[in-house]
């Protein structure tokens, strides 16, 4: 069961930090099945009433979770998917066995379990982006403009902070992007990559920018590993040393969290 009581924001002293940032809702809940749960009502209750929402999606172990209870509840709701406009938040660049790409990763826990498949602008273009970088970049916001922008952003967040491959330090002016991957990031996705060597060093990704106009941003932790920063991202100063941090300037951000990654913040 999820703790309803426990809906807080960051403390006063905190918004102190360097500029007055607004204020963000840390939901809490005791498990992640819980908060995937809160986090599937929302995401399926906006396609419920704007069948062609516009969802900003992310890649990761956190997000299996989600989209796993997001095709549950909208198959319990009879809400239908069909018509949803989605936009990732990044890709690897640079010779990826196909299994390991974003893509493959949401035919599996998104398209597939959907029955939907993803617009011609679901990913940035990791192919391009090789050898037209910024092409690729342009090209990416201009479909998520010409979409309306992101109704819903979900997130995750890496242990140095990052979200999407936005790695410290970032810019909150950034737009989508070739970046270079930092070494926490490359080490946190060698297991899946059978070893950090073959983790590729490059990815495009969104900037915090293109993130921050999304009308709702709802970033998701599981786990005590997230406890720092997601601690350091609510408590510490705004800085793009902590790239989630940046989030603080948004309208409507939430950080749903389980009781592990809640740990750090009392
Ligand atoms: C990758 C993705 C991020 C995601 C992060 C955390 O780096 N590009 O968008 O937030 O992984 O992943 P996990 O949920 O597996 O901890």
């Given at each position: 069961?999820?703790?309803?009581s ?11 930090a360097?500029?007055?940032?607004l204020p963000?809702?840390?939901?809490r809940h ?5 908060a ?9 209750a ?6 062609t929402?516009?969802l ?10 989600i989209?796993?209870a997001c ?6 709701e ?5 018509r949803?406009r989605?936009?990732?938040?990044d ?7 196909p ?7 949401m ?12 617009g011609?602008h679901?990913?940035p273009?990791?192919?391009?982006a090789a050898t ?13 403009g010409?979409?309306?922008g ?14 999407a491959?936005n790695e ?27 070893g ?6 490059r ?9 921050l ?21 609510l408590?510490?100063?705004?800085t793009g ?6 989030l603080?300037g948004?309208?409507d951000?939430?950080f749903?969290?389980?009781a ?7």
């Amino acid at each position: 069961m999820s703790d309803p009581s426990a809906e807080r924001r960051a403390p006063r002293a905190a918004r102190a930090a360097d500029r007055e940032p607004l204020p963000v809702k840390v939901l809490r809940h005791g498990s992640s099945a819980d908060a995937a749960r809160a986090v599937a009502q929302e995401v399926v209750a906006l396609v419920a009433e704007r069948p062609t929402a516009v969802l900003g999606l992310a890649t990761g172990g956190t997000m299996v979770e989600i989209y796993a209870a997001c095709v549950e509840r909208a198959a319990s709701e009879g809400v239908s998917f069909d018509r949803v406009r989605t936009f990732n938040l990044d890709e690897y660049v640079g010779p990826v066995a196909p299994e390991r790409t974003f893509r493959a990763y949401m035919e599996e826990h998104f398209f597939g379990p959907f029955g939907i498949e993803p617009g011609p602008h679901a990913f940035p273009d990791a192919a391009r982006a090789a050898t037209d970088a910024l092409g690729a970049a342009r090209a990416y916001e201009d479909a998520i403009g010409r979409a309306g922008g992101i109704d819903l952003q979900l997130l995750g967040i890496g242990r140095n902070g990052h979200v999407a491959f936005n790695e410290p330090p970032a810019s909150a002016s950034s737009r989508t992007r070739v970046v270079e991957l930092d070494a926490v990031t490359r080490a946190d996705a060698g297991a899946a990559f059978g070893g950090v060597e073959r983790v590729p060093a490059r990815a495009i990704t969104v900037g915090l920018a293109t993130i921050l106009e999304a009308r709702r941003v709802r970033l998701v932790a599981f786990g005590a590993s997230k406890a720092p920063a997601v601690e350091r991202a609510l408590l510490g100063p705004v800085t793009g040393t902590l790239p989630a941090s940046l989030l603080r300037g948004h309208a409507d951000v939430s950080f749903v969290l389980d009781a592990g990654a809640a740990s750090g913040l009392g």
